[in-house]
């Protein structure tokens, strides 16, 4: 992690530590995904699935979904299904995204891409596999607590973040825009406000669904999310000219290759850096109305444009 003793200046995260308030909920995201999807016959598909579940990463989304139920007055156990099926959704994207067809990646996380291990056919495989069984697991594992039209809520957000009009549709216009320098800003915040905010969105408001928070507070909780998504790719943008492959666990340098638009070659990095800070700003305001309990929130949207990796 990045250091958090920017987070310990401010007055209102004072008394909140980040580093460990995210290690924490890590492992309880570890520990419940590890659980979620035991190896069975036949076992290679398990064995795929399982290899880029549990490749590590920051976990920021599931995390996400947790700490605003948490804030808005439930539970981890009320919300730790569909963080997990978030998590599966986001993997399926990065398995499917890592394709030849697609980004032609050759590692992510510091590892090999799923389909540099499996083949391109189990890593199709075991992306639609995560995808369809992270809405499975939503609608049998929720606790009987949780009222069912919210669980349903929550399937059809779920839903309409990967679709075509979300993740789905972003992808398609990256995919399109590819060697076009030409492309406009505004076609640029339509990519990223489908391809990363989608689901970055569906992480926030899910939780919020899931305790019954009124349509005020869904629509905060949903601008605060279109801030840090965007906010999260700037950055993204930012690290694939200015981090290594080390850092990124990932190809670097991938955005410039592939001729594609980004903030930075628009704004230049010093005011792709500016905007990032400003949406997160932005963010954090909306989140005034909830007090203390927002300060986990507040301090991963700071993180989010402090990352290095």
């Known amino acids: 992690m990045v250091a958090t003793d920017k987070f310990k200046k401010t007055p209102e995260t004072a008394t909140f530590n980040l580093s460990a308030y995210l290690k924490e909920r890590q492992q309880l995201c570890e520990t419940a995904l590890d659980q979620a999807i035991p190896i069975v016959y036949p076992e290679k598909i398990y064995e795929a699935m399982r ?69 391109e056919d189990i890593a199709i ?37 990967l679709g075509a009009a ?11 825009c590819e060697g076009k320098l ?52 700037i950055v993204d943008d930012i690290l694939d000219i200015t981090a290594t492959q080390e850092q990124l666990g990932k190809t670097a340098g991938k955005d410039l290759k592939a001729q594609k638009v980004t903030y930075p070659s628009l704004w230049g990095i010093e005011e792709s850096r500016s905007k990032a800070q400003q949406l997160v700003e932005a963010a954090c305001a909306e989140l005034e109305p909830f007090g203390e309990l927002a300060q986990p929130l507040k301090a991963i949207a700071h993180f989010i444009t402090s990352r290095n990796h």
């Open 51 to 119: 290899y880029s579940l549990l490749a590590g990463g920051k976990r920021v989304r599931p995390i996400l979904c947790l700490a605003t139920c948490e804030m808005t007055g439930g539970t981890i156990e009320m919300a730790m299904p569909t963080a997990c099926a978030l998590e599966m959704i986001h993997t399926m994207s990065l398995i499917h995204d890592d394709l030849p067809a697609m980004d032609n990646d050759d590692y992510r996380r510091g590892k090999l891409t799923n389909h540099k291990v499996y083949g």
């Open 125 to 161: 495989l075991a992306g639609d596999g995560l995808l369809a069984y992270a809405f499975e697991f939503v609608a049998t594992q929720t606790p009987q607590n949780v009222p069912r039209d919210r669980v349903l809520q929550v399937v059809a957000r779920l839903g309409r973040a």
């Open 166 to 176: 979300g993740l789905v549709g972003g992808q398609v216009v990256d995919l399109e």
């Open 182 to 233: 030409d492309t406009s800003l505004e076609t640029l915040n339509f990519i990223h406000n489908h391809k990363t905010a989608a689901l970055l969105e569906a992480c926030v408001v899910c939780g919020g669904i899931l305790t019954g928070v009124s349509p005020e507070d869904l629509q905060r909780l949903t601008r605060y999310a279109q801030n840090i998504g965007l906010a999260f790719q």
